[in-house]
């Protein structure tokens, strides 16, 4: 509908893009992540990325918990079950971290990049 001078309000708000919330989450924490070398950081990603319901499925095979594969204390496990897009941020800001701290200890060149 117009407005008083005649133009459509088009404005829409912003919103950011997987690569941009993956981005802004790996950036919140970048330092400390450097110091994890066994994995840790793949092991938590996988614990995020896996669906709640799925989580939930897997504990009753396994007799236990995904838990199981977090690599830190429970304290640090913060899953948000009703944000799929925010577990996945966290999911995705964990893997590139991983790949910075492989690259950042020369185990990748750059021909293979």
Known sequence: MPGKRGFENTFKPYKPDGIQLIAAERNREIAPNLRHDYDELALAAAAYAIPARLRERFADRIGGSIIIWWPW?????????????????????????????????????????
């Open 73 to 113: 204390q429970i304290r640090w496990w913060r899953p948000t079950p009703d944000n799929r897009i925010r577990e996945l941020t966290k999911a995705g800001a964990l893997i590139a971290a991983e790949i910075d701290r492989l690259i950042a200890e020369g185990g990748v060149s750059g021909d293979e990049l």
